[in-house]
Nanobody, 126 residues
Framework: QVQLVESGGGSVQAGGSLRLSCAAS????????MGWFRQAPGKEREGVAA????????YYADSVKGRFTISQDNAKNTLYLQMNSLKPEDTAMYYC???????????????????WGQGTQVTVSS
């Protein structure tokens, strides 16, 4: 049974940093694409970043490029999202997701992922 558990959310001021974690279990971690998504109140869930543990390829939404970094610890089956220079518009519930996607595929599409965590809230104040 695939389980994804996020942690690390919180409240910060604009310009601050947070690191989110997603502990994965129940499957062969290195074979799945791992993604971070977020959903702000009243908005659709959107892809933030993704990583392919087997090859290390990473992808980012334009809105977070240069500020967020996705990484992994294969030994711990844990995914991370380092968020720097946070802005109020980054305020959202952040979710990690996993599934078997081909590298270079539609990592940003919700329908590509069958496994989701429960989310962790990030609030950035101005």
């Amino acid at each position: 049974q695939v389980q994804l558990v996020e942690s690390g959310g919180g409240s910060v001021q604009a310009g601050g940093s947070l690191r989110l974690s997603c502990a994965a279990s129940g499957y062969t971690y290195s074979s799945y694409c791992m993604g971070w998504f977020r959903q702000a109140p009243g908005k659709e869930r959107e892809g933030v970043a993704a990583i392919y543990p087997s090859g290390g390829s990473t992808y980012y939404a334009d809105s977070v490029k240069g500020r967020f970094t996705i990484s992994q610890d294969n030994a711990k089956n844990t995914l991370y999202l380092q968020m720097n220079s946070l802005k109020p518009e980054d305020t959202a519930m952040y979710y990690c997701a996993a599934d078997l996607l081909p590298d270079g595929g539609s990592w940003y599409e919700l329908y590509e992922y069958n496994y989701w965590g429960q989310g962790t809230q990030v609030t950035v104040s101005s």
